[in-house]
C-alpha cells in the first residue's frame, strides 16, 4: 500500500531534516514520531525549549497563536489595561494628603494598541525562535486530539511521541443562559479586541476576572454592573479580603452578590439581563451596552479527547496528577491550567521546572503546594499566600493570627492609606507561616516577601523577627504583624509599642 503524504508542521523544512528514528508507521502510512509532545504553547513554549536544548525533537502542538492565555488573552494585556486603571484611582486619592488633579481625558486607542502590540510581539518573537530551532516542531492553528495512547491527530496528520506532556490550558465557563448567545458577549479571550469603551457594562461573575475588569472599566468611566451568583466577591480569598473588595469596588461599581441570572435579551441597543435577587426572590432587570461573562474557568483537555489515552480526569474535567505530574499513564504527563492545581501561570512555570526534572532527567522532584501565591489586581489590591482563616480552622490546627493597618507604619500614613491591611495566621507550637493576606497598595509585590521565608527553613516567622527592615517603608507593616501574634479568641498582646508611635 502507498504511503499516504504527510501534512507539514509550520516549518515546511523540518520533514527533510527528521531522521528514520523520527518516523513511525501505522497501518502502513509514514508518520512523523517525536521524542516529546507538548500540547499548548503556554507554559509548554517554555519545555519545549529546555527538552530542544536537551537535544530531543519536539512537537509543539496549539490551536492559537503561541504563548497561550497569560501573554496573549490574560495576565499581561489585562495588567496593562489594569496599571491605567491604578494611575486614575492613586490620583483621585491624592486629596487625602493635599493634592487635587483633574483627570482631562482617556486615550484608549493608545491603551488598545500599547497591548495588541505586547500581543502580537511576543507572538512573532517566540515564532522566531521556533523557526529557527531544529528541534522543534509547531503545529499551529489546527484542532488536535488523541487517536491512541501516546497519538494526536493534528487537522489531517498524526504524530506520535515516547513522552507527551499535556498543557492545554483552561477556557472560559459559559452557563446555560437563555439569550446569551444571541446577545453576544465578551469574555477574556475576545475582550481586547474592543476598540471602544462601552458606555455600560453587565459584568457576570464574581470571582477574580470579574473584579479586575470592574476596576478597570469603572476607572476608565465606563458604568459597571457587577453580578455575583455568590454571597461573597471572590469566594475562595480570606473571608476579610473578600469583605475588603467588597468594600473598596462598591465605590465604583453597582455590585450585586447573591443573584442568579435568568436570561438575556435585546431590547433596542440594549443589552438586557434578568436575574433573580437571592436575598428576597425578587426578579431584577439590568440594561448595559455590553455584557462580559467571567463564571469561571474550565478545562480544554476535553477537546483533545483523552479517554483515548487512558488519562485519569476528574468529575470536572481535569487532568489528575500525582505531585511529580504524572498523569495514571507511563510517559503522560500534565501540568498548568489543564491540572487545575493553581490556575496561576507562575504556578504552571513552577510545574514546567518539576516536569522537566522528572520526566527528562534522572532527577525527582516533589511538587510543592504549600505556599503558591496569587493577586488580585482589583481595587483595592490583594496579595495572598498559603491558607485562608477558614481553612486553618477546617484542617483543626493550633493557630494564633495577627492583623495590622497599613497606617499602622510611617510610609502608610504618609501614603494617606487609610483601609489598606496584612493579616498572618500562624501554627502555634511552630511559628510556621500557614497564610497570609493583604489588601492595599503593592500588596501583589509586598506579599513575595512573606511566600520566600514559607519556602525557606523551616519556614517560620523567625526571620521576621531579627532582620532589620528599611524605615520609612510599607515592609515594615510585612515585619511588624507578626510581632503581634495572639490566639484567635485572645485579645492581642503586642510588641508594637515600641515602633508604632515611636517611628512614626
Same mark, same amino acid.
Given at each position: ?26 497501518g502502513g502510512n509514514l508518520l512523523p514520531h517525536y521524542d516529546v ?48 486603571a491604578d494611575k486614575i484611582r492613586e490620583a483621585e486619592q491624592l ?150 473588595? !467588597? ?7 453597582? #455590585?450585586? %452578590?447573591?443573584?442568579? +441570572?435568568? $436570561? *438575556?435579551? &435585546?431590547? /433596542? ?97 516533589? !511538587? ?7 493577586? #488580585?489586581? %482589583?481595587?483595592?489590591? +490583594?496579595? $495572598? *499566600?498559603? &491558607?485562608? /482563616? ?115
Amino acid at each position: 500500500m502507498p504511503t499516504e503524504a504527510v501534512t507539514l508542521p509550520f516549518k515546511p523544512e523540518s520533514l527533510t531534516t527528521i531522521p528514520s528514528s523520527h518516523l513511525s508507521f501505522k497501518g502502513g502510512n509514514l508518520l512523523p514520531h517525536y521524542d516529546v509532545l507538548i500540547v499548548g504553547s503556554g507554559v509548554g513554549y517554555g519545555l519545549a525549549r529546555k527538552t530542544s536544548a536537551k537535544g530531543l525533537k519536539t512537537a509543539l502542538v496549539d490551536r492559537d497563536p503561541p504563548g497561550g492565555t497569560c501573554p496573549n488573552r490574560g495576565c499581561i494585556p489585562s495588567k496593562i489595561w489594569i496599571t491605567v486603571a491604578d494611575k486614575i484611582r492613586e490620583a483621585e486619592q491624592l486629596t487625602s494628603i493635599g493634592v487635587e488633579m483633574t483627570l482631562d481625558s482617556v486615550d484608549f486607542c493608545t491603551i488598545r494598541d500599547r497591548t495588541q502590540d505586547w500581543i502580537k510581539g511576543g507572538q512573532a518573537h517566540k515564532r522566531t525562535y521556533i523557526e529557527n530551532d531544529d528541534n522543534i516542531d509547531f503545529y499551529e492553528g489546527e484542532v488536535a486530539e488523541f487517536t491512541g495512547m501516546k497519538a494526536l491527530r493534528v487537522g489531517t496528520t498524526e504524530i506520535t511521541a515516547d513522552k507527551v506532556v499535556i498543557a492545554s490550558g483552561s477556557r472560559p465557563v459559559i452557563p446555560p443562559v437563555e439569550g446569551l448567545e444571541e446577545a453576544g458577549y465578551l469574555t477574556n479571550r475576545n475582550v481586547f479586541d474592543i476598540e471602544r469603551l462601552p458606555g455600560s457594562i453587565i459584568i457576570i461573575g464574581g470571582g477574580y476576572i470579574a473584579v479586575e475588569f470592574a476596576h478597570f472599566f469603572s476607572a476608565l468611566g465606563t458604568n459597571v454592573t457587577l453580578i455575583g451568583r455568590n454571597s461573597r466577591l471572590v469566594p475562595k480569598a480570606d473571608e476579610d479580603v473578600s469583605e475588603a473588595i !467588597l468594600k473598596g469596588i462598591s465605590r465604583y461599581v453597582d #455590585v450585586r %452578590t447573591d443573584h442568579e +441570572v435568568l $436570561s *438575556v435579551a &435585546m431590547e /433596542e441597543n440594549l443589552k438586557v439581563v434578568t436575574a433573580t435577587d437571592g436575598a428576597t426572590g425578587d426578579e431584577v432587570r439590568f440594561a448595559a451596552h455590553e455584557i462580559m461573562v467571567a463564571t469561571g474557568r474550565r478545562s480544554n483537555a476535553d477537546m483533545l479527547r483523552p479517554e483515548v489515552t487512558g488519562v485519569e480526569v476528574d468529575g470536572r474535567g481535569w487532568i489528575v496528577t500525582d505531585h511529580h505530574l504524572a498523569t495514571n499513564v507511563e510517559g503522560i504527563w500534565a501540568m498548568g491550567d489543564a491540572v487545575n492545581r493553581g490556575q496561576f501561570r507562575h504556578t504552571a512555570d513552577m510545574h514546567s521546572r518539576i516536569l522537566f526534572i522528572n520526566a527528562f532527567t534522572e532527577e525527582h522532584r516533589h !511538587l510543592d503546594e504549600h505556599a503558591i501565591p496569587n493577586a #488580585v489586581f %482589583t481595587w483595592p489590591q +490583594v496579595g $495572598s *499566600v498559603g &491558607m485562608t /482563616e477558614a481553612q486553618v480552622k477546617e484542617a483543626g490546627l493550633h493557630y494564633h493570627h495577627s492583623k495590622m493597618m497599613y497606617k499602622d507604619v510611617s510610609k502608610g500614613y504618609a501614603l494617606g492609606e487609610e483601609e489598606g491591611f496584612i493579616k498572618v495566621l500562624v501554627e502555634a507550637d511552630t511559628d510556621r507561616i500557614l497564610g497570609a493576606h493583604m489588601v492595599g497598595p503593592e500588596a501583589a509585590t509586598l506579599i513575595q516577601q512573606i511566600v520566600f521565608v514559607m519556602n525557606a527553613g523551616d519556614g517560620s516567622l523567625e526571620p521576621f523577627r531579627w532582620s532589620q527592615v528599611i524605615h520609612p517603608t510599607l515592609s515594615e507593616v510585612v515585619s511588624w504583624v507578626f510581632l503581634s501574634l495572639h490566639h484567635p479568641e485572645d485579645d492581642p498582646m503586642s510588641e508594637l509599642g515600641e515602633h508604632v508611635g515611636a517611628n512614626r
